[in-house]
């Protein structure tokens, strides 16, 4: 009997073999297989994990971006009024003096030239801030990662510190500037208008759109009014010659590269747009027919059949600076804050900057 089972496997011996090796063969690519479907399922969870990590560090980013804009909002509106005083001409006013005709003309000037700038200025700083803060929060996120190649922080508190500084150019000599474009346009615009001249909405609504045209077609690219644009004024901004300074100097010419791309004029165009838009929404409330009135009031054209003369609707211009730069959340700036092209680029600007370095390279 074992003579024949010793035969017959001398003469299948190869088919033993291969069998075997193929049956070994098998459970080995099995074992790598589930090695390697392992390693892919942690690697998985280890990239979702860094990924919501990623993304809650960016949401947050977002909610420190709209509260410091909240902050800025007083010094800006008190840049503003500082230079474009329209206190002291109405107290003029009251007193009854000779020149009164000459004295509502400068107010005609300086309440639209005050209210065109915060509008400007203000969109200027929500997209300001959302780009320079999500520079930091970038860098911050590599700053904290697990598996850091560089032990030194690339964005230390000091930098931050010197870094932001630079929106006192915005604040400062940006708005000194841009309060002169402005005003320039609005006197093309408005010197001709008598003061009794009624106009209704859409007619406000054209004379904002010249005068927009005019500004915003100017010499200056409108960036310009964001951040100092030459090398010495960056410098100057990082104040010395140690590693933090030229790491500042750095960040700066980064948020200089920003505002060139094409994307970022979209971006702050489209901002610019919201912001009129809702400081027409805000006038359309003293544009509407009285209750009662036999006008169509809900007809789409009935705001435009409302008209007041000009002398009426300055102090109404005049005072809309106290909407656009409120430090409480009202409408204009939470339209700013929610634009979705505004939070689209600083989701980009986060995702470069928080990007590993080697695959910024």
């Keep these: ?52 990590r990623r993304q809650f560090h960016f949401e947050s980013n977002q909610r420190t971006c709209n509260m410091t804009v909240l902050s800025m909002l007083p010094p800006l509106k008190e840049a503003i009024t500082n230079q474009l005083n329209s206190e002291s001409l109405t107290a003029l006013l009251k007193e009854k003096p000779a020149n009164k005709l000459e004295i509502w003309e400068d107010l005609k000037i300086l309440s639209f030239t005050r209210t065109i700038v915060g509008v400007y200025s203000t969109c200027m700083l929500v997209v300001l801030l959302r780009v320079q803060l999500n520079i930091i929060g970038g860098y911050l996120y590599l700053d904290n990662s697990v598996g850091k190649s560089s032990p030194s922080p690339m964005a230390p508190p000091e930098v931050q510190q010197q870094y932001l500084s630079s929106i006192h150019h915005l604040l400062g000599d940006g708005l000194t500037e841009l309060i002169t474009v402005v005003k320039r346009a609005v006197q093309n615009a408005l010197e001709s208008v008598p003061l009794k001249q009624s106009l ?23 960036s310009w009014f964001l951040l100092a644009d030459d090398q010495n004024a960056l410098a100057d901004q990082a104040c010395g010659l140690t590693e933090n300074d030229v790491v500042t100097i750095r960040l700066l010419n980064e948020t200089r590269d920003m505002f060139d791309s094409p994307d970022f004029s979209t971006v702050l165009n489209s901002s610019f747009n919201r912001g009129f838009s809702r400081l027409l929404d805000n006038l359309a409330e003293f544009f509407r027919p009285p ?54 680029f600083a989701a980009n ?11 910024q390279k």
């Excluded at 007809?299 to 007041?308: E, G, H, K, R, T």
């Excluded at 211009?317 to 689209?344: R, W």
């Excluded at 600007?349 to 695959?359: G, I, K, R």
């Design 1 to 52: 009997m074992f003579s024949s089972v010793w035969n017959f496997v001398k003469r299948h011996k190869r088919k033993f073999i291969f069998t075997g090796a193929l049956v070994g063969g098998v459970y080995f690519l099995g074992k790598y297989a589930q090695k390697k479907l392992s390693d892919l399922q942690e690697k998985e969870a280890s990239d979702y994990i860094s990924q919501a």
């Design 200 to 222: 209704s909405l859409m007619e406000v609504e054209q004379q904002l759109s010249w005068i927009r045209a005019e500004v915003e077609a100017g010499e200056r690219n409108m």
């Design 291 to 344: 209750p009662g009135d036999s006008a169509p009031f809900a007809a789409p054209d009935s705001l435009s059949a409302v008209s007041l003369p000009l002398a009426k609707i300055i102090p109404i211009i005049n005072g809309q600076i106290n909407s656009i730069c409120s430090e409480t959340p009202s409408h204009f700036v939470q339209d700013l804050l929610m634009n979705d092209q505004v939070k689209q």
């Design 349 to 359: 600007v986060y995702e470069t900057f928080s990007a590993p370095q080697d695959l």
